[in-house]
């Protein structure tokens, strides 16, 4: 009892001092807070996050299909993307995307910089081109301002926009989630059914892959390990890039934080429903098939991922002028 | 000087004890700022103007054609609709829109709660119905909470979500212009420039129609008085409802409030440069040939109309549900 009660006061002691509380040893680790460390980059990149006019028709934005309303996604099975274009995969959550591995379900991109690049000039997502995006940015006089300040000079490049972009999603993170509470040694977060769900996820193998903070996002492995996944889905995964047929299939592992939020799920966004997810899962990649009850558990764990969700002023963007090239919608 | 003098301690008296300085006697007099009595129904509203599940894609929100980011237009001549069809008419902004005698170019609304239920069933637009988006928001518990708490019943009516949509809106004005703040009596608020251009403003005629709080919104008129307008657009304006053709190109004068921030410029949208802008209406409503110098003036007075925009924090949606009837993008 005395002892107890003497770890309970070190622990009080220590919240009081700013130390961080021993963390359960887990395979699933605490997502830490957002530590912004140049702000007006990061709302620079806000702006550009938002600003529709860095695609060809002035009306898709970074966050038209990674909604930050939304857990950071278009919760669509595939993206729309210029001239209403079906995407040709579901788009990945934004939030916690700093901790992936790469970027891309095919990791195509090293980092969220790379990444930010993409969409821009994908003829089926925002149609536009990196000097297109710069000139638009370039004729703006209050862009050119925080441009210069930021980066020392009052010319633009893509370079410095996608810059700007990363650093405003690394700042979109989720942390304090009822999980991340009873991480920290919260008992009272987790109801008796989520503990059992994590336990659950952890015994059939869930965590062999999503781990991590992010629980995922940080290995690429083969849809359809044990059993293959059907879907009408072209897309190849890493193979699409090394032309190996080993490689087919291999994506990588999406984070589970905040999964309550970015349905529909899988690469082809194709299961809306959390518990047919995980029946999937289980029965696709490690031979199981879970009772109702045990994937019931399961999911109510998931939801347990939800995290505090980055809340923000939106934006006011500063005004195109009469040098702005113009925005091309129908054309 | 000692007159002055203690007219200057009055009003700073006045201004002190929170009496309104006596507002200069001129045809557009201040906005004021909004006076939020339900902030439960503004919160739901804001949620309900930016959730995309209103729209049968799940992609479009209200906020996309009226982006609060951007003056509350999407800066596009006509605005992109489901499927990408093009709008038949420029988006108004929904700043001030309060202050309009009625709603929609035609004014085929009489208020903002009347307007809110148009784009969401219109075809070209959400292409939603009123039955499906009310689905949609049943089958949301938090959602169902929020309009219990608010109407006191948890069966949701199309009514109560345009009613809610409508008390947002009403909260979207933008007070404290350098305009609003010269008409309350500071004179370092406009420069000479400004200051000729309102009056260059006043004597060409302007005034006549662009009065009021909103500098507009309060009357219609024939688009094209003394010349005709020349557009491809085939809006008939008042006459698409009445039939009457001494109503064809009869349209709600648009506010001037914000309007450096809300080109393109017509119900067409056919003009992006505000100094054209003000060319044609000079010539085709009033028969004036402006010179370049006066155009000018007019325009650096028109900038002194951009207010304070709404800010706010960005709403989180509360998640869809296994019941919720999924969205249909691509059919």
Partial sequence: MREIALVGAALLLAAEAGIAAPVRNEPIQPIEPAVVTDPAKVELGKQLFFDPRLSKSGFISCNSCHNLSMGGSDNLPTS??????????NSPTVLNSSMNIAQFWDGRAADLKEQAGGPIENPMEM?????????VLQSIPQYRASFAAIYGDETIT???????????????????????????????????VELEGYELFKSTGCTACHNGPAAGGNS???????????????????????????????????????VALTYPYFHDGAYWELEKAV?????????????????????AFLHTLTGEQPTFQMPILPPSTNDTPRPKPFE
Same sequence: chains 1, 2.
């Fill in 158 to 192: 893509i370079d410095e926009v996608t810059d700007a972009i990363a650093a405003f999603e690394e700042t979109l993170v989720t942390p304090n989630s009822r999980f991340d509470q009873w991480l920290r040694g919260d008992d009272s977060a987790l109801t008796k």
């Fill in 279 to 299: 029946d999937v899962m289980a029965r696709l990649q490690l031979g199981r098939k879970l009772a109702q009850e045990e994937i019931d558990k399961i999911v």
């Fill in 220 to 258: 690429f492995q083969k849809m359809g390990l044990v059993e293959p996944y059907v879907t009408d889905n072209p897309a190849e995964g890493v193979a699409g890039l090394t032309g190996n047929d080993i490689d087919r299939f291999k994506f990588k592992v999406p984070t589970l934080r905040n």
């Fill in 127 to 135: 149609a536009s081109s990196h000097t297109l995006a710069v000139d």
């Fill in 80 to 89: 729309v993307g210029h001239n209403w274009q079906a995407g040709p995969i």
